[in-house]
């Protein structure tokens, strides 16, 4: 389905979407003007019937522009907003159910934080791994970072593609790469951005080389 290298990942979390009282629809609708590969959406602690709602919106808006478009976490509302696929994580349903139910022709990624983790689902049906986070991130303060060490085996390891993720800027995009990391997973720097065109550039000019 994809080359799996060069790819720009973007996160549409939905409470940072309304702490920083931005409208979501709007949002999407920049962005997916963008040269942005793939979206997710990631909510919690709000009612299913009001992410439902929004993920079908999003899942219209995106899907018009012919973008990738996934549901964080939930399979049921994947399958119900006509998602692309769903993003897992540790305590999600395993990905052999996810996979079962949406079929084989969707995307099921996971999501890492260690080798440990790496170990234990490296069999399993997934497409994509996002691993991190590779640096201190709003979004999930308590998560310890990834060690290099880590990611470094995780890389040499795995069939699979791997998105990372966790406190990405332009600032420390060089470091990324030099991990060995050849896509990369975003949300705080492109949704808060106001030029996220100029960012989704940088990104992407980087990105680009590396599929050469």
């Given at each position: 389905?994809?080359?799996?290298?060069?790819?720009?990942?973007?996160?549409?979390?939905?409470?940072?979407?309304?702490r920083n009282k931005l409208n979501i629809y709007n949002l999407a609708r920049k962005l997916s003007c963008l040269d942005i590969d793939i979206f997710q959406f990631r909510f919690y602690n709000i009612e299913d019937n009001t992410a439902l709602s929004i993920g079908i919106k999003l899942s219209k808006i995106f899907h018009e522009k012919r973008k990738v478009f996934i549901i964080n976490n939930r399979v049921d509302f994947a399958y119900l907003c006509e998602a692309n696929g769903v993003h897992l994580g540790e305590d999600d349903?395993?990905?052999?159910?996810?996979?079962?139910?949406?079929?084989?022709?969707?995307?099921?990624?996971r999501t890492i934080h260690s080798y440990s983790e790496f170990s234990k689902i490296k069999k399993e049906p997934v497409d994509y791994l996002s691993l991190?986070?590779?640096f201190p991130?709003?979004?999930?303060?308590?998560?310890?970072?990834?060690?290099?060490?880590?990611?470094?085996?995780?890389?040499?390891?795995?069939?699979?593609?791997?998105?990372?993720?966790?406190?990405?800027?332009?600032?420390?995009?060089?470091?990324v790469i030099e991990m060995g990391?050849?896509?990369?997973?975003?949300?705080?720097?492109?949704?808060?951005?106001?030029?996220?065109?100029?960012?989704?550039?940088?990104?992407?000019?980087?990105?680009?080389?590396?599929?050469?």
């Open positions: 389905m994809y080359t799996w290298s060069g790819l720009l990942y973007v996160i549409i979390d939905e409470q940072t979407v309304r349903i395993p990905p052999f159910f996810a996979r079962n139910l949406l079929g084989k022709n969707k995307l099921v990624g991190g986070p590779l991130t709003e979004l999930k303060p308590s998560l310890r970072c990834c060690p290099q060490s880590e990611v470094k085996k995780i890389l040499k390891n795995s069939k699979k593609p791997i998105f990372a993720i966790g406190g990405i800027t332009t600032q420390n995009l060089d470091k990391f050849k896509n990369i997973a975003l949300c705080r720097e492109i949704i808060l951005s106001e030029n996220p065109k100029k960012i989704v550039k940088i990104f992407k000019k980087k990105l680009s080389s590396l599929k050469k």
